[in-house]
């Protein structure tokens, strides 16, 4: 069996965070004697990827993921458990770790600003020990699928957000890491220029083969990319599984919309599922999606029903209900 | 050799980089060059009279000083620019980038930066140190043990900075502490006899001031023997190997700020 990229044993990470009161005594207080809490910011997760795998990391802010990530990258030590990436400590930081790894985030920059993104690029193949013709061909390999060829000259701070984003991808991807770790990836990022970031992203995975394992607010990037969802809260993980399961099993609900010939009562439809709306001649309800087929040949049988439509609730609802009640 | 093509590269793309704003830097340089001038100035007021100096003769005392300027160039070329970027990078959390490229992490901290506006305050104290040289009478064996003796001295400099800028990872705003350090290895513009007793171990013991300057233009005189070139020698790389110990160690308590 090969072995997995990402290995992580009741992984925790304390954090000890500075507590200061409001105004000028709370400020002398804080300056003379400090408090300090505790904060648990992961607690006992434990999982494990796959070589290959593409897995989206959910949860709101605060949730842990990005410690988590941090973790998993060797960029901070984690309090308790045990960790193994591509069968190395990440914490030792060995150099045979870093270079097949990567960790992008939408909220900090590589990139020198002041100039053109060639130059970074330059600094990445001396660090990375990339010869200068196996160099250029990355850079027309991966400029081309970004679609940023001609922007490669300009300095950095000339450059949109989106035309940023792609070029941090360029340059975090030009030693080709085996395993990426992308936290907000799209952040800020106009629709078009998500759809091109994920499209890359996917690219990328089919030629290199890569790992990913990506956190991200919109949820139509874990929609497009991910196979599977981690769910953290509040430091824990809540569910490993599939993105259908996930809705599966905490929205075992779909809704279905009626247009009538004539209206209905709401106890006339309370039977089928929890009425939403009723009285007039548009009626909606939730129905479990084992008894859904039946309803729906009920309601089509014994009522004049001119229209009816089923749909699924949003993901954003499923996670946003995931993430209030704390539990799957 | 790799790490001395990424110095290049690095120096170059710093370069670059400052040079992107034309006026600033031109002005910047001349800035520095008039300042540079100033100093040699003083300097001439100074010691064209000569005089006696803790037991040092003019020329002797200008090796020391010359060695004092060589370091502060070095200070506002190199050590400056650089140390800075640690509390800045630990402070906006982009230290993470440099953690995870498969290159020393305290070599990249040292040596991404580069200010051209070192380049006469450099200069100015070659000269020095050349004139001063000759007019002390060095011969072939002082250049080579003064050669290396400020080998040494700059080594030292800098691992004691990398010692204070290294704490940023846990007191974040701590560059301060760097430029002070900058002022207290200007104190060693003259020899440590001409300091009282107190000043002068605490020139030796606690900030080695003594070993940057002093030293390495005893040595280079003759007025220490070889064994003292060696024993500089040890502290640097003792404090060098201390510097890298310290790094590793404080990396544990990285926090990584933001997400």
Excluded: C
Excluded at chain 1, 239 to 259: H, S
Excluded at chain 2, 49 to 74: H, P
Excluded at chain 2, 139 to 148: F, I, P, Y
């Amino acid at each position: 069996m090969e072995a997995p990229a990402v290995l992580a044993e009741e992984l925790s990470k304390v954090f000890l965070v500075a507590a200061k009161e409001p105004g000028l005594m709370g400020t002398l207080r804080h300056f003379v004697r400090r408090r300090y809490r505790r904060i648990k910011a992961v607690n006992n997760v434990s999982f494990e990827i796959t070589p290959g795998e593409i897995v989206g990391f959910l949860g709101p802010n605060g949730a842990g993921k990005t410690t988590t990530l941090k973790m998993l990258t060797g960029l901070i030590y984690p309090t308790s458990g045990e960790l193994e990436v591509l069968g190395h400590v990440p914490y030792r930081r060995p150099a045979a770790f870093l270079k097949q790894i990567t960790l992008v985030m939408g909220n900090k920059q590589q990139l020198i600003w002041d100039l053109p993104v060639l130059d970074s690029l330059r600094i990445n193949a001396a660090v990375y020990e990339i010869e200068p013709a196996e160099a250029r061909r990355r850079t027309r390999e991966f400029a081309e699928l970004l679609e940023i060829e001609d922007i490669l000259t300009q300095p950095v701070r000339k450059l949109s957000l989106g035309q940023r984003m792609k070029a941090e991808l360029l340059a975090s991807l030009f030693h080709l890491p085996r395993l990426l770790f992308l936290d907000e990836p799209t952040l800020g990022l106009d629709v078009n220029a998500q759809i091109a970031v994920r499209r890359f992203l996917r690219d990328y995975r089919e030629r290199y083969g890569a790992t990913l394992l990506l956190t991200s607010h919109y949820m139509a990037d874990i929609e497009a990319l991910a196979g599977r969802v981690l769910v953290i809260h509040r430091g824990s993980l809540l569910y490993d599984g599939d993105l259908e399961g996930l809705v599966e099993r905490f929205a075992p609900y779909r809704e279905v919309r009626l247009q009538l010939e004539r209206p209905l009562a709401a106890a006339e439809l309370a039977g089928y599922g929890e009425v939403e709306e009723a009285g007039g001649l548009r009626a909606r309800l939730l129905v479990e999606r084992r008894r859904l087929t039946a309803v729906v040949a009920e309601l089509l049988a014994r009522f004049a029903v001119r229209d009816l439509s089923v749909t699924e609730p949003p993901l954003e609802e499923v996670i946003a209900r995931v993430f209030s009640e704390g539990r799957v | 050799m790799r790490y001395l093509k990424l110095l290049a590269i690095f120096w170059q793309t710093s370069l670059a980089a400052r040079m992107e704003y034309r006026t600033a830097f031109l002005l910047a340089f001349l800035e520095a060059a008039l300042e540079a001038a100033g100093k040699l100035f003083g300097v001439y007021l100074f010691y064209s009279n000569g005089f006696d100096l803790g037991g040092w003769r003019w020329q002797e005392a200008l090796l020391v000083l010359g060695l004092a300027s060589l370091l502060d160039a070095f200070f506002i070329g190199v050590f400056n620019p650089n140390l800075r970027r640690i509390s800045e990078m630990v402070q906006d959390g982009t230290l993470d980038f440099v953690l995870l490229k498969p290159v020393s992490s305290q070599f990249w901290m040292s040596s991404q930066q580069f200010a051209a506006v070192g380049l006469p305050f450099l200069l100015v104290s070659l000269g020095l140190i050349g004139y001063a040289g000759g007019a002390a009478g060095l011969d072939a064996a002082g250049w080579l043990r003064l050669g290396l003796g400020a080998a040494a001295a700059l080594l030292l400099a800098y691992a004691v900075a990398f010692l204070f800028a290294t704490t940023s990872i846990w007191f974040v705003k701590i560059f301060n502490v760097v430029y002070f350090l900058n002022s207290i290895v200007w104190t060693g513009q003259y020899p440590v006899q001409a300091y009282s007793r107190p000043f002068r171990l605490f020139m030796t013991f606690v900030l080695p001031v003594y070993f940057m300057t002093t030293a390495p233009a005893e040595v280079a005189l003759g007025r220490l023997s070889a064994g003292w070139l060696l024993a500089v020698i040890a502290v640097s790389l003792g404090v060098l190997a201390l510097s890298r110990a310290f790094w590793r160690f404080a990396l544990r308590y990285y926090a990584s700020a933001s997400s």
